[in-house]
């Protein structure tokens, strides 16, 4: 890909005015302020990381209806986190692939990508099987009440 010119998914135009650094970072601001670049970028190019966005969301919101306790908070944290993280290396490893074979099909490139398609599928049902077991307990007594008032 040759700078300024579009990237496989014709996101990476290079911005008016934009400076091109490819020295160090200065200082703590400087590369904190890269970085939180970087998680927009996620957001901005993948779809699939907005929906977990809003699957977070949610889960969060039903955990505050349910009044889940301090333990079980950690649980759906660390469900998360692991769904994230995963976002996060399949999209570097998508780019990284990208940057290094452009348009051209390789074997080893559909690998890298695949497996890091992998990697997010595996958190996420990581993440569906840590809500089923935290919310269960929860929503077993709400289940039968209602069916108790029911009939
Ligand atoms: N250069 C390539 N060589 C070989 N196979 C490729 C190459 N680029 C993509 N593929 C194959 O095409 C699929 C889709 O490619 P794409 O770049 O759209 O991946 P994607 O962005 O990973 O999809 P998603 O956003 O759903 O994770 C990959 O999963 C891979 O199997």
Do not use: C
């Not at 904190?32 to 993948?46: D, N, P, S, T, Y």
């Not at 908070?73 to 490893?93: C, K, P, Q, S």
């Not at 077991?133 to 709400?142: A, E, G, M």
């Amino acid at each position: 890909m040759t700078l300024g010119s579009p990237d496989k998914q014709g996101k990476l135009e290079q911005q008016p005015g934009e400076k091109l650094q490819i020295e160090k970072n200065t200082g703590f601001l400087q590369s904190f302020g890269h970085a939180v670049e970087g998680i927009g970028q996620l957001l901005k190019r993948e779809r699939n990381m907005r929906f977990h966005f809003f699957a977070s969301s949610v889960v969060i919101y039903i955990g505050f209806m349910l009044k889940i306790n301090r333990q079980d908070w950690l649980w759906i944290a660390m469900a998360i986190f692991a769904v994230v993280m995963a976002e996060f290396v399949n999209t570097m490893i998508e780019t990284m692939v990208d940057l290094v074979v452009g348009q051209m099909y390789h074997p080893l490139a559909k690998v890298a990508k695949d497996v890091a398609a992998g990697a997010v599928v595996f958190a996420a049902v990581y993440a569906i099987a840590v809500g089923t077991i935290v919310f269960w307990p929860y929503l077993i007594p709400r289940i039968s009440q209602m069916l108790q008032y029911q009939f």
